[in-house]
C-alpha cells in the first residue's frame, strides 16, 4: 500500500464546533505531517511528528490540536477555529524526518462558518 | 531558515512546447529537491526529485537540473501535453520541505 489516506474529504463546521481530521498510512514511514494549503498556494508546514512523538510546531494557534495516536494514524482536533482557518488541509508522511521523499494525503476541505 | 524562490508564477506554451521552471534556495546545507505536481483539487504528486551529489536527472519527458555552486535548480518538460497542465512547487530539504511559491502551467493544445 503506496497510499496516505484522510477523511473527511469535505468538511463544514461552525466557530464553535469541535471536530478531527484523520490520516492514515500502511507504507511503514515513522514521519508523518500537518500541511495548510490556501488557494493557489505552496502548502505551509504545521507539525511534523517523529517516531510519535512531536518534533516540529510551527508556532500554530492553540485551537490546532495534533495526536499521533500510533506509527500509522495522524488526527488533527479542531476547535473554536476562525473562517482564515478555511483551507485544505494535507497530511504527509516520509521514511524518516529528513531529506526524504514525502507523500501527500488527498487532504480535507475544511470550511469554518 | 531556508528561502526558495520560484519562477515564473505563470507560465502558458503551445502543446508540444518546452517548459522550464526554475528555483533558488538560500541554505547550502540543503541536500534534497523534489519537484511536485498539484491538479486542481488534487493533492501534490511528486515528479521527479533530486539529490545534491547528483547534477542531472531524467525521466522521460521530465527533467531536473541542480547546480549547487549557484543554489539553483530548474525542471524541464519536453514535448508537453495539456495533461501537463497544473500548479507545479520546488521544494528544497535539510530536515523539513521549503516550498516554492509555485508557477501555474498551462499547455495550450
Known amino acids: 500500500d503506496t497510499e496516505v489516506t484522510q477523511t473527511p474529504k469535505h468538511l463544514v463546521m461552525g466557530m464553535t464546533n469541535k471536530k478531527s481530521l484523520k490520516c492514515e498510512q500502511h507504507m511503514g514511514h515513522r514521519a508523518m505531517y500537518w500541511y495548510k494549503q490556501k488557494a493557489k498556494k505552496p502548502p505551509e508546514l504545521m507539525f511534523v511528528?517523529?517516531?510519535?512523538?512531536?518534533?516540529i510546531n510551527e508556532s500554530v494557534p492553540s485551537r490546532f490540536s495534533p495526536e499521533c495516536p500510533n506509527s500509522s494514524l495522524l488526527n488533527l482536533h479542531l476547535h473554536a477555529l476562525q473562517p482564515e482557518d478555511s483551507a485544505l488541509y494535507l497530511c504527509?508522511?516520509?521514511?524518516?524526518?529528513?531529506?526524504?521523499?514525502?507523500?501527500f494525503g488527498p487532504g480535507t476541505r475544511l470550511t469554518v462558518l | 531558515g531556508e528561502n526558495v524562490e520560484q519562477h515564473p508564477s505563470t507560465l502558458s506554451v503551445q502543446e508540444g512546447d518546452s517548459a522550464v521552471i526554475k528555483c533558488t534556495y538560500s541554505d547550502s546545507a540543503s541536500n534534497y529537491f523534489p519537484w511536485y505536481k498539484q491538479e486542481l483539487g488534487k493533492r501534490p504528486q511528486l515528479i521527479i526529485d533530486i539529490r545534491s551529489n547528483v547534477g542531472e536527472k531524467k525521466d522521460q519527458r521530465i527533467a531536473v537540473t541542480l547546480n549547487k555552486t549557484a543554489k539553483h535548480f530548474s525542471l524541464h518538460i519536453t514535448e508537453t501535453q495539456p495533461e501537463d497542465s497544473a500548479v507545479y512547487f520546488c521544494a528544497a530539504s535539510i530536515y523539513q520541505f521549503y516550498f516554492g511559491t509555485g508557477t501555474s502551467l498551462t499547455v495550450i493544445p
Open positions: 504527509a508522511s516520509s521514511q524518516e524526518v529528513s531529506a526524504d521523499t514525502q507523500y
Open positions: 511528528y517523529s517516531y510519535e512523538k512531536l518534533s
